[in-house]
């Protein structure tokens, strides 16, 4: 039997040591917010918390935790950076297909924990391991920036049709 402490509770789990963190939060704990990706922690999608630091949680043996703190996409909007990091989200409408936004938001999340205003280098860097299929990057870092900064700096393209061009 293993303890964990998931967004702040403690959890009693009878678990193999070995299995994926991912397993534990998802199908053992019922916390879906977490997604499945790839398997192999290149997508990005299954990051998680670790005491502060994003980890890809399916192939964290979840008998390696001990007692560090595990945040999921479930309660990171009760911290600071997650709720910037959530509502700029909203703000800049990053999502499109919605998949790998938990993962792309526990990153972001860390990032600005750790960096309060990122450059263009940093964000880049911090997210590099989290992909989008949708390739919503841009937006992923005008939200980041929002998040940090509280202003929106998106680049915006207006359409303008070609004169004499019906209308």
Same mark, same amino acid.
């Given at each position: 039997?293993?303890?964990l402490s998931v967004n702040g509770q403690s959890h009693q ?7 994926p963190l991912l397993w534990v939060l998802r199908d053992v ?29 399916c192939v964290l043996p979840v008998g390696s935790i001990g007692?560090? #703190?595990? &945040? ?6 009760? !911290?600071?950076?997650? =709720?910037?990091?959530?509502? $700029? ?57 929002? #998040?940090? &900064? ?6 915006? !393209?207006?359409?303008? =049709?070609?004169?004499?061009? $019906?209308?």
């Open positions: 039997m293993l303890s789990v009878d678990v193999p040591p070995d299995m704990i019922g916390l879906t917010g977490t997604k499945f990706g790839c398997g192999i922690a290149q997508c990005g999608a299954c990051t998680v918390h670790l005491d502060g630091q994003p980890v890809r949680s007692s560090k #703190a595990i &945040t999921t996409i479930e309660a990171v909007g009760n !911290t600071p950076n997650g =709720a910037k990091v959530q509502q $700029a989200w909203l703000e800049v409408d990053v999502v499109q297909c919605g998949y790998c936004q938990s993962g792309q938001i526990m990153s972001a999340t860390a990032l600005l924990n750790r960096t309060a205003n990122p450059s263009d280098a940093d964000i880049d860097a911090a997210m590099s391991g989290n992909i989008c299929r949708c390739g919503t990057y841009v937006r992923i870092r005008a939200a980041i920036k929002q #998040a940090a &900064t509280g202003k929106l700096d998106i680049l915006q !393209t207006i359409v303008t =049709a070609p004169q004499g061009a $019906a209308s």
